[in-house]
Each structure stands twice: as C-alpha cells, then as structure tokens.
C-alpha cells in the first residue's frame, strides 16, 4: 500500500469551490465544495449544502445553476454560461433557481437539493456547479452605501448516471514531457498528461522514478490522487518520498494541533500548495551518463531515457581555439598598426 493510500482526503481540483473573501467583513463560505453524486436513473437522491455568513454585513444570495469544464491542464474549473441538467433543483423545485434569499451575519444555512432522474436517463457525467451570487445589504455607515461589495462563492457537483457504483474510470499516459539530452551542470526536468478514457471521473495513481547506474536506489516521486473527469486531461503531480512522510506525519498531528488552536485544514492545504508540483526539476552535484525516468500510471506504463553530458564545457572547450586564435590576430594586427 502506497503512502498515498494513508491519507484520508482528496485534494479535489476546484479552485473555485474554496470560500471567497471579498474582504475581511465580507465572508461567506459553502459546504461541501465538491461533490461526486452517483445516480440510477429513475431515483433520486438528496444532497445538502450548507452556506454560513462569517461576514459583518446581511446578505442577499441568489443561486444559479451552471455547467463547467477545466482546463485540461491543471484541473481549473472553467464556468459555462448555463446548465441543460433539469434534474437538480433547489428543494426539488426548478423555480427556485435565481429565488434570492437572505443570510444574517453569524447565520449558517442548509440548502436541500434534490436529484430526481427519469427512468430512460442516459448513462453519463455530469459536471455542474451550484453557484451563489452575494450582495452586501446592509452598511456599517451611509458612507459605504455607494461602493457594494459582491461575491460568487460556488459548490460543485460531478453526478455519474449509471445502473451501478462501479469505477470505470481509465487512465492512460497521454504523454510525459522529457527532453532526449540535458547538461550535467542543469539537470533536466519532466512532466506528465494523463487521460481519461473511461466513463466516470477516477483518481490518479502511481509514481514517477529516476533511476541512473550505478546508483541503487531510484528517486521516487508518488503521483498523488487528483481527480480526472471522464473524456478529460491533466497534469499529474507528485511528491517525493521523504515528502510524502512529512505529509503523513502532519495528518497524525492534526488532534495536536487543533487542540493548540492552530487551523489545521489552513495548515495542510498550505503544505500541499507548497509541495505538489506538475514540473518536476531533478538535479545532482555530478551528473553524467543516462538516467531512465519511469512512469506508472494505474497499469501503464512507460518510460524514457535522457542522455546527460557536460555540454556546456565540451562547448567552451570547442570555443576556446577559435577564441585563442582571434585573440592572437588581434593583437597582431594592434601592434602592425
């Protein structure tokens, strides 16, 4: 089992679904900000969203309804002007779409959304996004009445709409990025795209590792579990080993340090931003020879090999004769003159 595997969360690939400040008064937050739903046509389910106002100011929020896609890159959620998806409502009513309503500061408010599905739905995916549009109401002073501040925070829904709770996600290896020479004095860097072929949005599993002889011991860098959407792409991103434990280590801490009165969530994302990359750089004091970089993606796999060399001194050793013979005609042709 991977180390992956002892983390108990997904860093999903919504940046919108984080809460939005518009300002230290202005602070509403949505929960949860992303949902994976699974439906049979014909049934239905409900799904609760919970909205809190942490703000100083009353506000007015109306919700929408849209669709989205990403980026096909690094996961970022690209909003769509609508939402054909009839079967999402707002206490089952479709009217209540664009029905505002109105959050005290302090207040905190469970929304029920109902999925209602016909029995001839066809099996698909669905990405949408509940999105929640708030107006300030109310002012501190009459001065502030002329500058409103508003916001959209959003909570987004993947519904799969299937017979059956079975993955049938697959990932391939659209393509990983390395160059075929690099410098011993630069190193190299790599990067990989995967793709979803399957039917459903599945996690990223597997790893990359450099190898070079006559080293034993390969780096190993663990993919880690972002979400890809079914007929979509993404660049991976991974940690290293040593990274990995630190990562673990900091999930064991977490009764420590919410008992310390530190934000735990602030404190992990924060590791993870700062850790997770989609380039990765490798580089070595001395580094000669051909290093093989391997990729395993759930079961694909692929690798290549980069052919390191000192070019850069191999060029200056090429340059130096030319360079020695120009200097020694200019000097010549300085002291005719």
């Known amino acids: 089992m991977r ?14 679904s984080l809460p939005i400040k518009a300002a230290d008064s202005f602070d509403l937050q949505v929960y949860p900000p992303v949902t994976y739903l699974s439906v049979k046509p014909g049934a239905g389910v409900n799904h609760q969203i919970i909205l809190k106002n942490n703000g100083l100011y009353t ?6 309804l849209v669709g989205f896609h990403t980026d096909e890159q690094t996961g970022q959620v690209v909003l769509e002007q609508k939402s054909d998806f009839a079967y999402l409502n707002l206490e089952g009513n479709p009217d209540n779409w664009q029905k505002s309503f109105v959050l005290k500061p302090g207040e905190e408010k469970p929304l029920n959304f109902v999925i209602a599905l016909p029995s001839d739905a066809s099996y698909a995916e669905h990405r949408l996004s509940i999105l929640f549009q708030a107006q300030q109401l109310s002012f501190a002073s009459a001065a502030q009445q002329g ?9 987004n829904v993947v519904v799969l709409v299937a017979a059956d709770e079975i993955n049938r996600g697959e990932l391939i290896i659209e393509h990983l990025s390395l160059p075929k020479f690099a410098d011993s004095f630069v190193g190299f860097s790599f990067s990989a795209l995967v793709r979803n072929i399957g ?3 599945t996690p990223v599993s597997g790893y990359f590792k450099v190898s070079h002889w006559p080293e034993t011991t390969p780096v190993v860098y663990e993919l880690y579990p972002d979400m890809v959407l079914a007929n979509d792409k ?8 040593a990274e990995l434990k630190e990562l673990v280590a900091l999930e064991e801490s977490k009764a420590v340090l919410e008992a310390a009165g530190e934000d735990f969530a602030l404190k992990k994302n924060e590791f993870i931003r700062q850790k997770l990359k989609t380039q990765f750089f490798f580089k070595r004091p001395i580094m000669i020879g051909a290093y093989d970089v391997e990729l395993k993606v759930g079961d694909n796999l692929l690798q290549k090999r980069v052919v390191v060399l000192p070019f850069s001194v191999l060029f200056i050793a090429l340059l130096l004769p030319p360079l020695y013979w120009l200097t020694r005609w200019l000097s010549k042709t300085i002291k005719k003159k």
């Open 59 to 64: 506000m007015e929020i109306t919700p929408v």
């Open 199 to 201: 039917s459903n949005a």
């Open 3 to 16: 180390l992956f595997h002892l983390i108990a969360f997904f860093t999903l690939f919504f940046s919108m």
């Open 147 to 155: 500058s409103v501040i508003s916001a959209i925070v959003a909570s």
């Open 234 to 241: 993404r660049l991976v991103r991974a940690m290293t080993e």
